[in-house]
Antibody, heavy 116, light 107 residues
Framework: EVQLVESGGALVQPGGSLRLSCAASGFTFSADWMGWVRQAPGKGLEWVATIKPDGSNEYYVDSVKGRFTISRDNAKSSLHLQMNGLRAGDTAVYYC?????????WGQGTLVTVSS | EIVLTQSPATLSLSPGERATLSCRASQSVSAYLAWYQQKPGQAPRLLIYDASNRETGIPARFSGSGSGTDFTLTISSLEPEDFAVYYCQQRSNWPWTFGQGTRVEIK
C-alpha cells in the first residue's frame, strides 16, 4: 500500500524557516517524480515544487523560487521542502505528492501557518 | 505560466443528472491534463489523467475528453458522493498549474 506521511508543519513568524518532510512507503520511491502541492485555507490548489526521480532537476512556482528548496533522499525514501523567508501568503496545508502522471497519491497534508 | 480557466464556477444539479465541467488552457497542453475531485477535509483524488484515461478504481460514470486547449470532464449520472469540488491540472509546461475549481452542488 502506497503511503505518504508528511511532518514538520508549524506556526512560524514571517521571515522564518521551516523544513517539511515526507516519508514514503509501498512503492519504488527512486523511480517516481515527487512534488509538493499546497492549499491555502478555503482556496484552491497550487503546485509548489517538483523533483525528478534521480534528483537531478527541480522545478518551482515563481512565488517560491529562491526561497524554497525541494530535495529527496532515495536511500531513505524521503522527500523534503526547505522553506526560508516565509510570508503570510505561504500559509497553507502542504501535501506531499507522487506525480508520475498527475498526482496519483497524496499525503494527508501538514499545516504551515505564517503569522506574528 | 499556463493559466487554466474552469467553468462554471458552480454547477447546481440533482442526483441522476449529467454534469459537464470545462477547463480551458491559455496555450496548448497537448493531452497532459488531469482532473481531480476534492471533498471537504480530504486530499484531492485523481480521476482522469492525460485528458481521457480513467485512474484505477474510478467509476465509469467519470469520463474526460479534449486536447490542446479545451477539455471536458463529464459525470454521466451524478451519485450523492459526487458532490464536491473538481480541479483540472496541466503538466505540459513548468510550472505545473491547477484551475481554480468547479464546485458541483446539490440543487
Amino acid at each position: 500500500e502506497v503511503q505518504l506521511v508528511e511532518s514538520g508543519g508549524a506556526l512560524v513568524q514571517p521571515g522564518g524557516s521551516l523544513r517539511l518532510s515526507c516519508a514514503a512507503s509501498g512503492f519504488t520511491f527512486s523511480a517516481d517524480w515527487m512534488g509538493w502541492v499546497r492549499q491555502a485555507p478555503g482556496k484552491g490548489l497550487e503546485w509548489v515544487a517538483t523533483i525528478k526521480p534521480d534528483g537531478s532537476n527541480e522545478y518551482y512556482v515563481d512565488s517560491v523560487k529562491g526561497r524554497f528548496t525541494i530535495s529527496r533522499d532515495n536511500a531513505k525514501s524521503s522527500l523534503h521542502l526547505q522553506m526560508n523567508g516565509l510570508r503570510a501568503g505561504d500559509t497553507a496545508v502542504y501535501y506531499c505528492a507522487r506525480c508520475p502522471r498527475g498526482v496519483d497519491y497524496w499525503g494527508q497534508g501538514t499545516l504551515v501557518t505564517v503569522s506574528s | 505560466e499556463i493559466v487554466l480557466t474552469q467553468s462554471p464556477a458552480t454547477l447546481s444539479l440533482s442526483p441522476g443528472e449529467r454534469a459537464t465541467l470545462s477547463c480551458r488552457a491559455s496555450q496548448s497542453v497537448s493531452a497532459y491534463l488531469a482532473w481531480y475531485q476534492q471533498k471537504p477535509g480530504q486530499a484531492p483524488r485523481l480521476l482522469i489523467y492525460d485528458a481521457s484515461n480513467r485512474e484505477t478504481g474510478i467509476p465509469a460514470r467519470f469520463s474526460g475528453s479534449g486536447s490542446g486547449t479545451d477539455f471536458t470532464l463529464t459525470i454521466s449520472s451524478l451519485e450523492p458522493e459526487d458532490f464536491a469540488v473538481y480541479y483540472c491540472q496541466q503538466r505540459s509546461n513548468w510550472p505545473w498549474t491547477f484551475g481554480q475549481g468547479t464546485r458541483v452542488e446539490i440543487k
